[in-house]
């Protein structure tokens, strides 16, 4: 069968790393997965502007393991459009930036009258231009859009595509309140792009539920759950020295600490982990216990630091690290004696995952998809809960031997995920949409 995967995605992350999110890792891993299977024939493709494509096709030549993989795009006026890129932006650019007293000089009136040429010719070119080869798609089995709304020229193709969509959550539109504007236009155009035909990829349970709760459009038995995976990048280091190196890269004292990894935000609910670690340790007076928020800053994240800021306390004891690089995280996990990740709500919860099989003890929410995650292995609790939360943070701190017990849960738990299995039920899932 043949494939059409859309990696639009990866082509942002190429060039702005804070967009390599748990849904860039997710995209990517699965095309990894494709690629390997020998169970289909895989075309990349992208959506959207000129610029995107071009995003994209720089990502794969960067990266070995795909940069083999064909993109089916319209390619006889690709070579045009990267000339007319190169002369019309810089361009624009020196026109933009040039002083006033300037920008009536004859030399710069005909650049000016070039620029509305080229600006004709660009948008022009932009209206006809199709991100997909027709021929690609007049030869593809299967579209797959692992995020991005089915755009309509695979909705209305004449051909018998078989379409899939992958929903990650419907948290922007069952709890809004966690959510800008955009974030909820994204999701709504999601769904609002699938119909009766078309088939749609959950990452979990838990989501599949809530989509099927939210939208009649769907035929439960058109949606598939694909359980994700950590990435390899994510394992036990047991080497001391690189932990202690890769803490000191990040500010991070030579002493015991708690590590809580996600964006910023109010739906990760961080100001609880705040709260509790302050709490900890002043009522048992610990001295030596730190706190250490890795993400990157997402919205109304000014409330996260005010609790910080405004107590004396824990401005030494919490350590906020900003983006942390991939090849660092592994260290960061494991030199934790605990990670907590007490969000609200989740469509899987990739953290506590990468934590898990760090060999880390994990203390989660027991909301929305975290139980699927942690199973057993982990604590789970009310998103609410502090005094819970405080409880469980004082026995991992003062008992290595249920430290030492969860890390071989969190190791077994771990296994129970992986992007192969996640490749196999996708593929199980295209095979049973071509033989219904």
């Not at 043949?2 to 702005?16: P, Q």
């Not at 000016?112 to 006809?128: C, D, E």
């Not at 630091?305 to 960061?332: C, H, M, Q």
């Not at 031997?401 to 738990?413: D, N």
Request: aromatic share 10%; net charge negative.
């Amino acid at each position: 069968m043949k494939v059409l995967y859309n990696i639009t995605l990866l082509g942002a992350g190429y060039y702005y790393p804070l967009s390599r999110t748990g849904i860039f890792r997710v995209i990517e891993n699965l095309a990894y997965g494709l690629k390997n299977s020998n169970e289909c024939d895989l075309i990349f493709c992208s959506q959207g502007s000129p610029q995107i494509l071009f995003d994209v096709l720089d990502y794969l030549q960067s990266n070995s393991e795909l940069a083999g993989v064909p993109i089916g795009y319209q390619s006889k006026d690709l070579k045009f459009r990267r000339l007319l890129q190169n002369v019309y932006h810089p361009l624009n650019q020196k026109l933009d930036n040039l002083p006033l007293t300037q920008k009536l000089l004859p030399d710069i009136l005909v650049l000016r009258t070039i620029r509305k040429v080229l600006t004709y010719v660009t948008q022009t070119a932009n209206s006809l231009y199709k991100p997909i080869s027709w021929h690609n798609l007049a030869e593809a089995d299967i579209y797959h859009s692992p995020y991005e709304p089915i755009p309509d020229d695979i909705r209305k193709a004449a051909t018998p595509i078989q379409k899939f969509l992958t929903v990650h959550d419907l948290i922007p539109i069952i709890h809004p309140e966690f959510f800008d504007l955009q974030d909820n236009d994204t999701v709504e155009r999601a769904i609002s792009s699938l119909d009766p035909e078309s088939w749609v990829l959950c990452v979990s349970q838990s989501t599949k539920d809530d989509l099927c709760n939210y939208s009649s459009i769907i035929d439960p038995s058109r949606v598939f759950v694909t359980h994700l995976a950590a990435s390899k990048l994510f394992y036990p280091c047991l080497d001391s020295q690189h932990i202690k190196a890769t803490c000191s890269k990040y500010n991070i004292p030579n002493a015991p600490y708690i590590l809580s990894l996600s964006t910023l935000e109010p739906r990760k609910n961080i100001d609880l982990t705040i709260r509790c670690f302050l709490q900890l340790i002043q009522q048992e007076k610990i001295q030596d216990l730190n706190l250490v928020l890795v993400g990157a800053k997402g919205w109304k994240y000014d409330k996260i630091f005010a609790e910080i800021s405004k107590n004396p306390v824990l401005k030494d004891r919490i350590i906020t690290t900003g983006y942390v690089a991939d090849e660092d995280l592994a260290a960061l996990y494991s030199g934790a004696i605990a990670f907590v990740y007490p969000s609200f709500y989740e469509g899987f919860g990739l953290p506590p995952l990468e934590a898990m099989q760090c060999g880390v003890p994990v203390i989660t929410s027991n909301t929305s998809s975290l139980p699927e995650v942690v199973g057993d292995a982990g604590i789970t609790l009310d998103p609410k809960d502090a005094d819970g939360l405080c409880h469980s943070l004082l026995e991992l701190y003062n008992q290595p031997g249920l430290r030492k017990s969860m890390s071989y849960k969190s190791l077994e738990q771990a296994k129970k995920f992986s992007w192969e299995k996640c490749t196999q039920q996708t593929l199980a899932a295209y095979k049973t949409a071509l033989s219904a």
